[in-house]
């Protein structure tokens, strides 16, 4: 969309006043951000943050994002509202009026996530609008995994509408979600705080204009996307520009795959092309572009002008395509619930291109996709009167070493989605969780050290089973090393007493006295570990992070002054 500057230049507001207005708007985000976390029910949203929250100018454009959130929400929240303001009139919308869907083609990628947009008024007059998005831990089908063979398996598939109607809920509506949940009152409960952070945003946004006396957003809103673009050009000018080529080997489910990126580098502009990429699984491990846009641009922005908020001018210079129906560009009704195990791994995709570029900037592969273990009551358990529950705890690996640090252990990147506790995960499920410690020699061995994956052990708490679905990667392919940093540790799933490996991707039923077991992926490394300081192996070896028997990667004198 171009940007009209006339009217912020025939604007009263002086830039200083305009650059006060921006800074105010990131605080009333993140405090939208915070309200939906603070009132939600589910623990993926209150405890791990796997939401969005944003504020837009009337036209749709994301003037702000809270920075509190995931970039597969945040991102593609910032295209969905685009989706609904064309889809309803403004001369139809009230004050107090609410718009929703959990399309993944037109929200963040599956049907657990609901993004709802609020129109803002003042003076009668709609002058911007409030979105935000979070996770609803179970809609019904199969179950949150990755067994479906269309979207139709895969739960209740909302189109656009009005969740709320001049303030009051769509009684019919909320009916239907609860009929199609085995977690009713969690979900209702995480539909009335995502109205609740609407809400909050609009009724600071609306404050903000009485207080620096303004009537509409477009000088602001211009200020910040045209500042922004501008920004973005300038930090783009500076990478060589060129095209670069980058291709990972995944674990796939029936098969093996290949993602392909291809990163274009123009002056003032970068464009991902997923040409070469393998086609649709049958599973639902497929992506819609969207989601595979929102995770490719986050990765691009984190090196190319990562201090410049990110809004629709600083998003507008990177584009991504895909040839349809390839895996990261799934065509409905492909099934999509997991969507993010292929999804969260194109942030190596791409910047295993930008590497090729910036060598010097680029961190190492991490394990990337999160661990992300949605749970639920065995199908015989409500039959016989047992305790029903669905849950989805998280769980990270490594992260890459950078160029001039080690990797981070146990961390969520890209997702930024907080691993989950292990004291409210046995509070709402009938699990136990005996380990959750970091997995030693894990990280890549380089000059500087990948960052740690981590194990996980748990059984059941009582004398019913429970099924675990699996959608993870890396359990083949581990995260690669940068400028001769070697490979992390791939991920491993077992039973504590049988040695033999499951599949990373499956319906898996866990019986009363399994200890079922997770090790999550390690980092790579980065540069030669023979050049990594002895004073840092020696702090590895005495903080049982790297063994004995894992130092001798980094040569004779491992460790030793």
């Given at each position: 969309m171009s940007v009209d500057l006339s009217q912020a230049k025939a604007s009263p507001l002086s830039a200083a006043r305009l650059q006060v207005m921006w800074n105010r708007l990131l605080s009333v985000v993140e405090e939208q951000g915070q309200t939906l976390i603070r009132a939600a029910f589910s623990p993926i949203v209150r405890e791990c943050g796997d939401i969005s929250a944003g504020i837009f100018d009337v036209d749709g454009r994301m003037l702000a994002q809270a920075v509190t959130g995931t970039p597969g929400h945040i991102n593609t929240m910032a295209e969905a509202v685009l989706h609904l303001r064309g889809r309803f009139a403004l001369e139809d919308m009230?004050?107090?009026?609410?718009?929703?869907?959990?399309?993944?083609?037109?929200?963040?990628?599956h049907l657990n996530d609901f993004l709802l947009m609020m129109p803002a008024f003042k003076e009668g007059r709609v002058v911007g609008f409030t979105s935000c998005t979070s996770h609803l831990v179970d809609?019904?089908?199969?179950?949150?995994?990755?067994?479906g063979s269309d979207i139709y398996d895969e739960g209740l598939l909302i189109p656009p509408c009005k969740l709320v109607e001049a303030g009051t809920p769509n009684a019919l509506l909320m009916d239907i979600v609860r009929a199609n949940s085995r977690e009713p009152v969690a979900n209702e409960g995480d539909i009335y705080a995502l109205i609740a952070c609407c809400e909050a945003g609009v009724n600071r946004l609306v404050a903000m204009m009485e207080e620096f006396g303004t009537d509409d957003l477009y000088a602001l809103g211009d200020y910040i996307i045209e500042i922004s673009r501008k920004g973005a050009i300038e930090a783009i000018s500076e990478v060589p520009t060129g095209v670069y080529k980058n291709m990972l080997k995944m674990d796939g489910y029936e098969n093996e795959l290949e993602l392909h990126a291809?990163?274009?580098?123009?002056?003032?502009?970068?464009?991902?092309?997923?040409?070469?990429t393998s086609g649709?699984?049958?599973?639902?491990i497929n992506v819609p572009l969207n989601y595979a846009t929102a995770y490719t641009?986050?990765?691009?922005?984190?090196?190319?002008?990562?201090?410049?908020?990110?809004?629709?001018g600083s998003l507008a210079p990177f584009t991504v395509e895909g040839p349809k129906n390839c895996i990261l560009?799934?065509?409905?009704?492909?099934?999509?619930a997991m969507r993010h195990t292929l999804g969260q791994v194109t942030p190596d995709l791409v910047l295993?291109?930008?590497?090729?570029?910036?060598?010097?900037?680029?961190?190492?592969?991490?394990?990337?996709?999160?661990?992300?273990?949605?749970?639920?009551?065995?199908?015989?358990?409500?039959?016989?009167?047992?305790?029903?529950?669905a849950i989805e705890p998280v769980h990270n690996g490594g992260t890459g070493a950078r160029p001039h640090a080690d990797g981070l252990s146990a961390t969520a990147y890209p997702s930024g989605v907080f691993g989950s506790q292990v004291e409210i995960t046995e509070s709402v499920a009938p699990v136990v969780m005996w380990r959750r410690e970091l997995l030693p020699d894990s990280g890549g061995p380089g000059k500087f050290r990948g960052g740690l994956g981590q194990r996980i052990e748990m059984t059941s708490s009582n004398e019913a089973p429970f099924i675990v679905f699996l959608s993870v990667e890396r359990?083949?392919?581990?995260?690669?090393?940068?400028?001769?940093?070697?490979?992390?540790?791939?991920g491993r799933i077992r039973f504590r007493d049988d040695d033999a490996d499951i599949p990373g991707k499956g319906e898996l039923r866990v019986a009363p006295g399994d200890y079922l077991v997770f090790d999550t992926p390690g980092g790579g490394g980065f540069g030669a570990p023979s050049e990594r300081a002895s004073e840092a192996l020696a702090l590895d070896l005495k903080r049982g992070l790297v063994s004995e028997v894992g130092a001798a990667a980094y040569g004779p004198a491992a460790g030793k002054d």
């Open positions: 009230k004050p107090g009026d609410i718009y929703m869907t959990n399309d993944p083609w037109l929200a963040s990628g809609l019904g089908g199969l179950g949150m995994g990755p067994e291809t990163l274009t580098v123009t002056k003032n502009s970068m464009h991902v092309d997923f040409t070469g649709l699984s049958k599973k639902g641009v986050f990765a691009l922005r984190c090196l190319v002008g990562p201090d410049i908020p990110n809004n629709a560009n799934a065509q409905h009704p492909a099934p999509v295993g291109c930008l590497h090729q570029a910036l060598p010097d900037r680029v961190p190492a592969e991490g394990a990337s996709c999160m661990f992300d273990l949605p749970m639920r009551h065995a199908p015989e358990v409500a039959a016989n009167g047992g305790r029903e529950f359990l083949k392919f581990p995260a690669l090393g940068r400028m001769g940093g070697h490979p992390g540790a791939p």
